[in-house]
């Protein structure tokens, strides 16, 4: 028995030489990890080795471990790929034991390759591969967000050819499956390795598959530099460096157009990356193609200096951009290096004799804009905020402008606001309001800035709220809903955050109303706490959500503070006798019933709804006092917030009915001490001292 065998969970040792599932034998160890084991074993039926991975015992009863090992099967066992993993069958042992059985691979990390700076092409090349591979899963469904060199493995195929495969779907989200099958991020919580994380991950928000081709961006920064861009000991140092530093320049020597992919994978903000794996594969294969001379076909290179072109890219492929790559009997003027990557906006693009159907075009400032021969005629689309730019009789290119501010000048914004240059932030926000005064992405802009000023959290708010108000579809941007969700708990600001959570929110503020509804701490008056149940109500899926048990007792204790207190007071009764429980007994104890008040001119109730409630309530606590205290049966006491204050609900009294109410005594006075001060020297008067 090897020592790392010895070292296993007996349960883990006692599988080899054993069969799992009637048709896997277990062979030997490869290898131990930190949720445990991976196995060489046979396929009995089909006389072919496999891998097995199996969670390690103790971990199986986590149920969120347990979850994470359930997800990376079904996420990988979706995919079907050269360059991804296959998973090929998963279950659980006689013995409880979670497995999954995977192609056996020979080769190793990526990590092995890296460590010193390697040629563009070949680190192109592999990039590509990993590209093609998140292709295919982005398009079953699966985002990786762990993509890192630990996690791409080296092997080769059957032709002998090199081949990368991603592995470790632990944590990938299944994007667009059913409620069971999907895996819901919560607002906050930060999945990834801190030197291959995706800014918005490093914030806490959910990924998408921009977030796997930033971490491919660090990875191919890293094989060009022989460095990656961002180390530091202390992972939350990292972790900052991900969201607000900029990555230091690529070696000198490598080409423009390499730089500029590189760069464009690395924007902070990502919508000014790469829309998708499929555009990135296509801008990586014309780089390629560029770097290689490639003139074989006719109109190979051209058509893929219009990719790179059309994506941004500039087409020289040397440091001192003089060098401009041959086409097949012409020359391409060149076009500058962008400074930063052109910010995202999905533009259509005619194609003519050099480009075939129609390709999609990232729109470029007007100092990087490449030189058009082609005249172009400009016409407005139906769509009130766009024109588009339709083809001359030769090659052109369409370009898409908004009515609205520049990209550039949002990106400049979003930088000062990052780098807390708020009053820089705000001229150039007012200016940009000035022009664009009912833009949403200007009025986001404006929250974001209030939400960092001291004392203007509450004014964010309604920014953010002017922002859904014009263009509702915010909600469904993950770093919009990330920074209202929390903006929505401002202390002070709870009557706002409610309102505009019920009233623009829609669906998208049921969990915030639940986090309302639900707290004991400061409950919302009798209602607000309504009105927010009744549109959490609105889907059916959130009934098991509320903390039904919690909000019975409220109902009781804040009934003097409904239209209808006899009534809500009489309902609450009756839902604690339904199902009891001695939470409740110290509540009921606590809570007096209503009584009619004929003086009240707007009264809603009929007086006889009042009735027969002092007897209910005895009935309840004499039944509420037979049942035995579990825990969480006695928290404290429950503080009831009405319209003007904060107060506690009525209590039940032990005073005889009629007595009057004598004022409280007053605390006594404190006493000054009577031991005389000598260490000052005004005690050297006093005849106490001279002793």
């Given at each position: ?8 969970h ?75 993993l296959?998973v ?44 093609r591979?998140l292709?295919?899963a982005?398009?079953q ?118 730089a ?16 998708s ?39 020289t ?34 194609a ?32 009130p ?38 009053d ?12 664009f ?6 009025s ?16 964010a ?10 263009d ?59 009105r ?19 909000n ?8 003097h ?9 009489a ?12 939470y ?17 001119p ?57 007595a ?32």
């Open positions: 028995m090897t020592a790392a065998l010895a070292n296993l007996p349960d883990l040792q006692d599988l080899v030489g054993r069969t799992i599932a009637d048709r896997y034998r277990v062979d030997a160890l490869l290898g131990v990890g930190g949720m445990g084991a991976v196995f060489r074993g046979h396929h009995l039926g089909l006389h072919r080795d496999v891998a097995i991975k199996v969670l390690h015992p103790s971990l199986t009863r986590d149920p969120e471990i347990s979850a994470r090992f359930d997800r990376e099967a079904r996420s990988a066992s979706r995919l079907d790929h050269p360059n991804c296959q090929t069958d998963y279950g659980t042992t006689e013995h409880d034991m979670k497995f999954m059985v995977m192609q056996l691979l020979d080769g190793g990390e990526l990590t092995r390759l890296l460590g010193r700076p390697m040629p563009a092409t070949r680190a192109l090349e592999l990039a590509l591969q990993v590209c591979g292709e295919h982005h398009g469904g699966v985002i990786h967000r762990d993509v890192k060199p630990e996690n791409i493995f080296v092997t080769r195929d059957h032709e002998d050819r090199e081949t990368l495969k991603l592995v470790d779907f632990g944590i990938a989200k299944i994007a667009g499956g059913s409620a069971t099958d999907q895996h819901k991020t919560r607002a906050g919580l930060v999945f990834g390795t801190p030197a291959y994380m995706s800014p918005e991950q490093a914030a806490g928000v959910e990924a998408d598959e921009r977030a796997d081709l930033y971490s491919l961006g660090i990875i191919l920064y890293e094989m060009i530099a022989g460095r990656p861009p961002f180390t530091a000991d202390d992972p939350v140092a990292l972790v900052r460096m991900q969201v607000g530093a900029d990555p230091p320049p690529l070696p000198s020597d490598t080409a423009p157009m390499v500029a992919i590189v760069e464009r994978l690395l924007a902070k903000r990502r919508d000014d990356r790469f829309a794996a499929k555009e990135l594969r296509d801008i990586l294969e014309a780089a390629l193609v560029m770097l290689r001379g490639e003139v074989s076909g006719a109109g190979v290179v051209q058509s893929a200096a219009i990719s790179l072109q059309s994506g941004g890219i500039p087409l492929t040397t440091s001192t951009n003089s060098t401009v790559v041959p086409l097949v009997g012409t020359t391409l003027n060149p076009v500058p290096s962008p400074r930063r990557p052109a910010p995202k906006r999905r533009l259509a693009i005619g003519g004799a050099a480009a075939v159907g129609l390709l999609t075009l990232w729109l470029i400032r007007p100092s990087e804009t490449p030189a058009i021969d082609a005249p172009t005629t400009v016409s407005v689309s139906p769509t905020d766009a024109a588009v730019v339709r083809p001359g009789a030769d090659d052109a290119v369409a370009v898409l402008t908004a009515a609205g501010p520049e990209a550039s000048a949002l990106a400049e914004i979003d930088r000062l606001l990052l780098s807390s240059k708020l820089e932030a705000d001229k150039l926000l007012a200016a940009q309001r000035d022009q005064p009912k833009d949403a992405q200007l986001w802009r404006l929250g974001r800035l209030l939400s960092k000023r001291k004392g203007k959290r509450t004014s708010l309604v920014a953010y709220g002017d922002a859904m108000e014009v509702p579809t915010l909600l469904d941007d993950n770093e919009f809903y990330a920074e209202l969700h929390e903006l929505l708990r401002t202390p002070g600001a709870r009557d706002e955050a409610l309102d505009l959570a019920l009233h623009q929110m829609g669906r998208y503020g049921h969990s915030f109303l639940l986090e309302l509804v639900n707290n004991e701490k400061k409950p919302l008056t009798y209602a607000k706490r309504h927010a149940l009744d549109e959490i109500g609105t889907d059916p899926t959130n009934a098991a959500l509320v903390n039904r048990r919690l019975t007792a409220l109902d009781l204790l804040q009934a503070q409904s239209l209808t207190p006899c009534q809500s007071y309902d609450a009764l009756t839902a604690i006798t339904a199902a009891p429980e001695y409740f007994l110290p509540r009921v104890e606590r809570a007096l019933p209503p009584k009619s008040d004929p003086t009240v707007d009264a809603r109730e009929d007086p006889a709804a009042c009735e027969g409630l002092d007897v209910r309530r005895q009935a309840t606590l004499d039944l509420l006092a037979t049942l035995e205290p579990t825990a969480g049966d006695t928290d404290g006491e429950i503080v009831i917030e009405d319209d003007g204050g904060t107060s506690p609900a009525p209590a039940a009294s032990d005073k005889p009915a009629g009057a109410d004598k004022p409280a005594p007053k605390p006594a006075a404190k006493k000054k001490p009577k031991t005389q001060d000598c260490s000052k020297l005004r005690g050297v008067f006093k005849k106490k001292c001279w002793k």
